[in-house]
């Protein structure tokens, strides 16, 4: 889970440093939401194993949900990031 979410900060700072070539920069943000899907899916895991509470589980699935919607419109928007 930690790699997973650590990895969602460094593609977005990759993606951001190729915001001039609007294919590469959205190419990188799919790589970010890939790994955000993966921190989900960990703490579904961890949930379902009982590593974490309910409560845990509902605010970190909560935030990883806004960085999801937050990634979407930068791949539905990439000229508003100097993309292009």
Not at 44 to 66: F, G, K, P, V
Request: proline letters at 2%; a negative charge; charged letters at 25%.
């Amino acid at each position: 889970m930690r790699r997973s979410s650590r990895s969602t900060n460094i593609c977005t700072i990759e993606a951001y440093g190729k915001r001039r070539y609007p294919n590469h920069f959205v190419s990188k943000l799919t790589d970010v939401d890939m790994e955000n899907s993966e921190t989900q899916g960990w703490l579904e895991y961890a949930l379902a194993c009982e590593y974490i509470d309910r409560s845990t589980y509902d605010n970190l699935i909560s935030q990883s949900h806004e960085v999801g919607r937050l990634v979407q419109y930068m791949i539905d928007n990439p000229g508003k990031f100097g993309a292009g």
